[in-house]
């Protein structure tokens, strides 16, 4: 057996049990030799990768389970092998061969490599009690020249995290007193390096002092912003600090106020001076849980402070915006925790703020600076609206094409929802085109030639109103949680231009493209972009009737109006292929169906009409995207009948419109789903029992318009001007014919004979040249069971048009009803009929 080749990362097939069995048996030999050298370790890393790669868990040899868990804790293991050793037992947890325990580990960084196995055990004999204990005895015994315990905190946080009821008072003060020891009392001078080399001087040796992000020397304490070449121990356990800070505090919850009270404390925040000298000493007093709140309040106004520093280097720069983003959050945790916090943070922030608003890439921050003012806004008598004014509108426009951003935003807004008072929610739902532009981001997906780091320049007049991207320019994630923003969006007033828009939302993605070729310069474009060439469009957006188009298809609030679109969808037909547009057009069915579930629970008589219309003249209108009509036209269907059933009288009131649709010949072929479905509900509510107004006139309008257009379509033959008709269409216009006519009774004879016809035509040579035999069967048995219905008028009235009292269920259970008397009669009649059909 070729052992090296089976064993290669790419596996090129299963690895059986018995082949897995001996490799481990070679394992076992290699772990018990004295020189556990490079060969020890490359075994150890494919035995990692065939344990990682499989879907199932792999039981390995018990013998080699004791020697991985032997050498794990032997004192002089190489640091490697155990990191291996500790990765190959947590890929095998949860076990029942493992007997590890923390005693068993001789210092900090191998107690945390035993600790890490015994938490992906899953707590199933009380692993992470017992991590958590042997963790504080060590934070209790430690000396100031005692182990290190860089490698404890991670473990800790996760301890703290998985079973938080589990630390005892005494434990959680002591860890709230280190933690205000890590991160008030670190040291301002750097570290010395690891080894000095053969030429090195006790000179060059000597530590400096830390500097900040901007190279000036370090002007107060420690914090994780603070640089330097090298970092002694207790700077590196005050960035660990700090990266545990926020969860350790929500953990301890609200505490009462201990030494101070609210009121002895306000009188201290007359002036910053006053603050500062009262925090300094009095801060001392307080008990650890309060200490530990006090000095992570200074630890992020220092952190604001650093911040505002120009950083020399790039990662420097990025670590403060990541940093600021941490520290407000601290902050908020503790205002909620400490009203008294609140104000001696309000002042700081806005300064922030102010700040946000000029600096370029800083604005992941301004999300935690709006949850801080939503939640405290009220408290502190302070209006947040520039700041969500700013986050609803400028922040989209500018960086629609951050998709983590535009991700964030729309989580924002939707987890915030019950906090948004009358105005804010006012601000959400004008804003909304915004969010529809950062949402195509999402559902767009990230395809080619649209690497755009920065804020986007706006060249062109129409694109300075780049707002709605949100929706129109992301990938699928955001679907769904945009789907439970929807209907806070949603209103009477803004209910059909929101419909204009989701319809839009494949062209609107095409313009952003469009928008972005034409604010980038050609050599700007990789040599690997595939996407489409647009050199022909970007000339005629100069054409004064485009640019009105694209201003308002680009704009960042409702405006309450709508346009056709219809010149940008010819316009932009060639970008219907590219890949995002193509992807933001799956997810509009979604969004179709979310919107008319929120429209239906409060949408009125004008509304319901308003929208059925609206669904009309916007099935044929839509941007030619592939298969996007025929997904949107199956939604549309199904919501009209919705609308329908919502508001029957609709059919009565819009009579004119309907038979104006009802008159084409082509909706039969372009608008299948649609078309039938407004067939069908003209056959269902066209009736007296739904709407006192309607009229024998009415319904004979309706009848002929009907009739005339069954006529053609089952007597001309099929061309390639017309096709043939779908035989579902048929079958729902002969019914329609039949409800219609039983209602009026007159009519019977005119559709008894049309039917006639139909049946014998479907059972002609000449229908093979229109339906397969298939079809033309359902066409024929549909035209007998509608004649034999026909033959007896009261009972055809009464199973073609019942009565709401039908939907009963005594009407299904009683005998003594008659309904189940009709529903005999007219199976016994279609039985009889039937009998003399050909075979």
């Known amino acids: 057996m070729r052992t090296r080749e089976l064993l290669t990362p790419f596996l090129p097939r299963e690895i059986q049990d018995e082949e897995l069995q001996r490799f481990c048996s070679r394992v076992s030999k290699l772990l018990q030799e004295e020189d556990l050298g490079p060969t020890a370790v490359d075994s150890l890393q494919r035995l990692f990768l065939i344990v990682l790669a499989t879907k199932y868990p792999r039981r390995l040899d018990k013998t080699c389970v004791d020697l991985l868990q032997a050498t794990l804790c032997l004192p002089t293991c190489p640091e490697q092998l155990q990191v291996l050793c500790a990765a190959i037992l947590r890929e095998m947890s949860p076990s029942d061969s493992l007997n590890l325990s923390c005693d068993r580990a001789q210092n900090t960084r191998q107690l945390s490599l035993v600790a890490s196995v015994l938490l992906a055990q899953g707590d199933r004999k009380q692993e992470v009690k017992s991590v958590g204990q042997r963790i504080f005895t060590v934070l209790e015994s430690r000396q100031p020249e005692g182990p290190s315990l860089r490698h404890l905190l991670p473990v800790l946080s ?82 660990q600090a700090f990266s545990m800070l926020r969860a350790w505090l929500l953990h301890e919850g609200p505490e009462a106020p201990g030494t101070l009270d609210t009121d002895d404390r306000s009188e201290l925040e007359g002036s910053t001076l006053s603050v500062l000298s009262a925090a300094s000493t009095a801060s001392r007093l307080l008990p650890p849980r ?114 983590v951003l535009a991700f964030e935003v729309i989580r924002f807004c939707r987890d915030n929802l019950p906090l948004f008072d009358h105005h804010l929610l006012s601000v959400l739902k004008s804003s909304f085109p915004n969010l529809f532009k950062a949402c195509t981001v999402v559902l767009g997906g990230r395809g080619p030639g649209c690497q755009v780091p920065g804020p986007v320049p706006c060249m062109q007049p129409w694109a300075r109103g780049v707002g709605c991207r949100f929706l129109a320019w992301n990938s699928p994630p955001l679907t769904s949680e945009f789907v439970g923003l929807l209907p806070a969006l949603v209103d009477a007033g803004t209910a059909v231009e929101m419909l204009h828009l989701l319809l839009d939302l494949p062209c609107l993605t095409a313009a952003l493209h469009l928008q972005l070729r034409s604010s980038s310069t050609p050599p700007e474009r990789p040599p690997w972009d595939a996407s489409p060439r647009t050199p022909g469009r970007l000339e005629a957006l100069r054409d004064p009737q485009c640019q009105g188009l694209f201003q308002h298809l680009l704009r960042t609030k409702a405006s309450g109006s709508t346009e056709r679109l219809t010149p940008l969808h010819r316009l932009l037909q060639p970008l219907a292929s590219y890949a995002r547009v193509a992807q933001c057009a799956e997810a509009v069915p979604t969004l179709l169906q979310a919107f008319f579930s929120a429209v239906t629970q409060f949408a009125d008589e004008a509304l319901t009409n308003q929208l059925a219309l609206l669904l009309l003249e916007r099935s044929d209108s839509l941007y030619p995207v592939p298969q996007y009509e025929a997904r949107v036209h199956r939604v549309l269907s199904a919501q009209f009948l919705a609308l329908c059933q919502l508001n029957p009288s609709l059919v009565v009131e819009l009579a004119k419109e309907l038979l104006e649709f009802l008159g084409s010949v082509s909706n039969t072929q372009s608008r299948a789903g649609v078309f039938t479905s407004v067939v069908w509900a003209v056959g269902e509510y066209l009736s007296v029992t739904y709407d006192r107004r309607c009229t024998v006139e009415q319904i004979n309008r309706f009848f002929e318009a009907l009739e005339a257009l069954l006529f053609e379509v089952t007597q001309s033959r099929p061309s390639a001007d017309q096709p043939r008709c779908p035989p579902q269409v048929v079958t729902v216009l002969m019914t329609t014919l039949t409800k219609l006519a039983s209602r009026s009774q007159d009519l019977i004879p005119r559709v008894s004979l049309f039917l006639s016809k139909m049946r014998t035509l479907a059972q002609g040579p000449a229908s093979s040249c229109t339906h397969s035999e298939e079809d033309a069967e359902a066409v024929r048995t549909r035209a007998t069971e509608l004649l034999n219905l026909l033959k007896m008028p009261s009972v055809a009235q009464f199973v073609l048009t019942p009565s709401a009292e039908v939907c009963h269920p005594r009407y299904h259970r009683d005998t003594n009803t008659s309904l189940p008397l009709a529903l005999r009669t007219v199976s016994r009649l279609v039985e009889k009929e039937s009998s003399f059909l050909p075979a």
């Not at 301890?159 to 020891?181: C, F, M, W, Y």
């Not at 402070?305 to 915006?321: C, H, I, T, V, Y």
């Open 158 to 239: 996760k301890v703290v995290g998985l079973a938080p009821g589990t630390l005892q008072e005494d434990q959680i003060n002591l860890l709230s007193k280190r933690l205000v020891d890590w991160l008030r009392h670190a040291s301002v001078q750097q570290g010395l390096p690891h080894s000095g080399g053969f030429f090195s001087t006790p000179r060059a040796r000597q530590p400096g002092p830390v500097t900040e992000v901007d190279g000036a020397v370090a002007s107060d304490f420690f914090t994780v912003l603070s640089t330097g070449q090298y970092f002694t121990e207790d700077q590196w356990l005050n960035v």
């Open 290 to 403: 309060e200490r530990l709140r006090e000095v992570a309040f200074e630890y992020c106004q220092r952190l604001i402070e650093q911040s505002n520093r120009r950083a020399l280097r790039k990662g420097d720069s990025d670590l403060q915006k990541a940093c600021l983003v941490e520290a407000v959050l601290i902050l908020d945790v503790l205002c909620r925790q400490d009203p008294s916090f609140l104000y001696r943070t309000l002042s700081c922030l806005k300064a922030l703020h102010a700040r946000l608003g000029t600096d370029p890439g800083s604005e992941r921050a301004l999300l935690p600076l709006a949850q801080f003012f939503l939640n405290h806004g009220e408290a502190a008598a302070v209006g947040s609206e520039a700041i969500h004014q700013h986050l609803l509108a400028r922040l989209p426009s500018e960086h629609f094409h951050n998709p």
